[in-house]
């Protein structure tokens, strides 16, 4: 299978992301979360559904991100349809995750 380039996009409180998260999408990734969630002070929800891989050191900054949130008083939502690599990362790793995107973008929003 041929793997796609990173892509990010933004709109709402979701940052939606789609297809290798490689060695050299890390750092765009880790910035991508801190940019949009204002330094982990603002909640947003992470779409993974269209992510081709998702490598150790992805989930590390999955990880890292989701406790930065909490420890700042902010929650960081991660996202992956059933059947999508990213689906079957999150449930193998055992990170919190929803299946959709929730109806208002972030979890906890009106």
């Known amino acids: 299978m041929l793997e796609r380039p990173f892509s990010s ?5 979701v ?4 297809g290798s998260i490689d060695e050299y999408a890390i750092a765009a990734l880790r910035s991508a979360i801190k940019e949009h969630s204002d330094e982990h002070r603002r909640p947003l929800t992470v779409e993974l559904s269209d992510v081709d891989f ?6 590390g900054v999955l ?7 909490e420890e700042n ?8 349809a059933p059947g999508t690599i990213a689906h079957r990362v999150l449930v193998i790793t055992g990170m919190p995750f ?9 979890p906890g929003t009106v």
């Open 73 to 80: 008083g902010a929650e960081l939502a991660l996202v992956a």
């Open 15 to 18: 940052l939606t992301l789609g």
């Open 9 to 13: 996009s933004h709109a709402d409180g």
């Open 54 to 59: 998702l490598p150790s050191v992805a989930v």
């Open 98 to 106: 929803f299946e959709a995107v929730p109806e208002h973008g972030t």
């Open 63 to 69: 990880a890292t991100g989701l406790r930065q949130a």
